[in-house]
């Protein structure tokens, strides 16, 4: 009974910071699907999308309004973010066409 006590004082309401949050980002690789781009990051915190990337616009974006602030504190943040994605597409582009040999795949 006291454990079961402590346990739900652990996961009352006075102890919310103990909540666990995540945060992730998907990388989308592909070849020849219409109306898709070949390389797509999304990142996310708790299943909501925080920014965006993709191999049309080249740009990682802000998906949240409450993010368009972080540039005053990091001026360089976007410039930074976009030159990492800008290579993760590079290495996946050489990673789709390596695949694509290995299984004589010769469309997308
Ligand atoms: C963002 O900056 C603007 C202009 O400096 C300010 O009015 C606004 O309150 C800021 N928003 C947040 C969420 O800090
Ligand atoms: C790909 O083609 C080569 C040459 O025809 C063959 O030896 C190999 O088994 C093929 N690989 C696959 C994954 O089908």
């Keep these: 009974m006291l454990l079961f006590l402590l346990l739900m004082g652990i996961v009352g ?7 666990t949050h995540s945060m992730k980002d998907f990388y989308t690789a592909s070849s ?10 999304v990142g996310l915190v708790d299943e909501v999308e ?3 990337y993709d191999s049309n616009t080249k740009r990682v974006e802000p998906k949240q309004d409450w993010m368009s602030n972080i540039t005053d504190e990091d ?6 973010e976009t030159q990492i994605a800008l290579n993760n597409q590079q290495f996946f582009k050489v990673g789709i066409e390596t ?10």
């Design 32 to 41: 020849g699907v219409t109306n898709f781009p070949e390389f797509v990051i």
């Design 75 to 80: 001026p360089q943040l976007w410039e930074r």
């Design 99 to 108: 695949l694509k040999q290995r299984f004589n795949q010769t469309g997308g």
């Design 13 to 19: 309401p006075h102890c919310t910071s103990a909540r």
């Design 50 to 52: 925080i920014t965006h």
